[in-house]
């Protein structure tokens, strides 16, 4: 990047909804979080650079850079865009990421075996802690969860403060 033309970039993300599934496991010193996207997700990676570069170009964007090893470093037309989706890496690792939710890490459920959070937000193991995030989902929602994170920690908040 030329730094002296910062003010001529974007960076623009896609939200994907994954089907892969992580976990969350003790780790020696602090929780080690895992996740692996699918092939599928993979695909769906490659379709979201492919449409965000096309969008770029529509939008008057002289170059993009797509950002994945094996393809052109830039591409400068539509056409060369369109071909990321059938010529662009389907290997996890060649796409830069940040998971912002993770859905489903500690499950809502009346089994401990089978989740992490009681039904009233309090930790199955540890009676004062409650966790109100997207984390008690039973999954991935697809969409932005802001609303309902926003709903389900409100609900938590009058639990918390009824004791």
Known sequence: MRLAELDRYAVWGAALRASARGTVRPGPTRPIVLYSLTDDDVKKARRAVRILGDVLLAAGAREVYPGVPGFDLVVRDRARMAAFEREGSLVASDYSMSMTHLFGTARMGSDPERSV?????????????????????????????QIAIMALADVCAERVARG
């Open 117 to 145: 959070v009681r039904p009233d937000f309090r930790h199955h193991a540890t009676e004062s802690l409650y966790v109100a995030d997207s984390s008690v989902f039973p999954g991935n929602l697809g969409v932005n969860p």
